[in-house]
């Protein structure tokens, strides 16, 4: 079978500013094609949409699936569309639609997604840009701080922050205003543990478990920018009562049926001391790394890094009916 990976870069795009940070390197795209050749696959890298569009317009892509992974730059539908150009194509491909990819990547909205299924989500607003608020002052009166900051549309931490206080938040507001030019998520930070939780979508019940990271000391601790660049930690199983994981399980399956999410999807949250569940937001295009949370999880399960590859592969080849070749 070929597989073809449509990835992305910062250097593919015409900026120099550093406030983009929802990139793979191209050693990771490198990495994740050699553990796809390990068990069998003809990979060849595709680049970007543009890159893309024109294989497709000269009908020269040559790949039976295409694992996605373009981020895409400056628009709410960025992460969409990749898929949409596959779809009008009809080249078949690995993971979610272009509309699930954008109502995941709209941060606010997707809480209210959650919060309709009843999974507890953080006290949140949206902040529009332009800014057509006059009482964001005293909207912020209604939070207990510290609050957390984040560009609407955005990944990876880019342009987040936490503030202590008012005067802080509303200085941090407006410099999120003028530099991202878009909608700003304002939510209560939540103290607790750091949750990721990667999902395969196989039969009967899927591949899954409740991660934490190994560097989390206090429940005051996040995943910022820096640690997810820089950092040097792993992704670690949780143990949990029976309660607190199967509260866990109906909120990844039920948002998962939700979204419409295909084949895999990540979902993030705070656990707080007292076992209670905040929904963060969905990832039905994320970073697959080792040591990263699906890695951690397949080798529970008996996998290597690249058998859980070669599973989510093989979980959309199931969905699409593409024999195995």
């Known amino acids: 079978m070929r597989i073809g990976i449509a990835y992305d870069t910062k250097d593919m795009y015409n900026t120099s500013k550093d406030i983009y940070n929802d990139f793979a390197d191209k050693q990771s795209i490198l990495s994740l094609q050699k553990e796809l050749q390990k068990v069998g696959y003809d990979v ?75 999974i507890q989500t953080p006290k949140s607003i949206l902040i529009n840009y332009p800014n057509v608020y006059n009482d964001i002052d005293e909207k912020l009166e209604e939070f207990d701080f510290p609050i957390i900051l984040k560009p609407n549309y955005e990944g990876n931490s880019s342009g987040i922050s936490v503030c202590d206080n008012k005067k802080a938040a509303l200085e941090q507001i407006n410099n999120l205003l003028i530099s991202y030019h878009t909608d700003i998520l304002c939510e209560e930070f939540i103290f607790g543990k750091e949750i990721t939780i990667p999902y395969i ?18 429940d005051d601790f996040w995943l910022d920018t820096n640690w997810k660049l820089y950092g040097d930690y792993c992704n670690i199983i949780l143990n949990l009562d029976t309660k607190t994981k199967g509260d866990f399980e109906y909120a990844i399956k039920t948002l998962f049926r939700a979204i ?17 569940i905040y929904f ?16 951690v999880v397949g080798n529970k399960y008996g996998y290597t890094y690249a058998e859980t590859v070669q599973l989510i592969v093989e979980t959309a080849c199931k969905r699409l009916s593409i024999p195995k070749i």
């Open 44 to 118: 060849t890298l595709l680049g970007n949409a543009q890159n893309i569009l024109e294989l497709l317009k000269k009908n020269s892509l040559n790949c039976d699936i295409v694992y996605n992974t373009v981020e895409g730059i400056s628009s709410r539908n960025r992460e969409g569309i990749i898929p949409a150009l596959l779809e009008a194509y009809n080249v078949p491909y690995i993971g979610t639609d272009s509309f699930g990819l954008s109502l995941t990547l709209n941060k606010y909205l997707m809480k209210v997604v959650a919060q309709h299924y009843g």
């Open 201 to 218: 979508d196989t039969v009967p019940n899927g591949v899954w478990d409740v991660t934490t990271v190994d560097v989390q000391k206090s």
């Open 260 to 276: 419409g999410c295909r084949d895999f999807c990540r979902f993030d949250f705070r656990l707080t001391a007292d076992n209670c």
């Open 280 to 295: 963060i937001e969905a990832n039905p295009l994320p970073a697959l790394f080792k040591g990263g949370s699906f890695d």
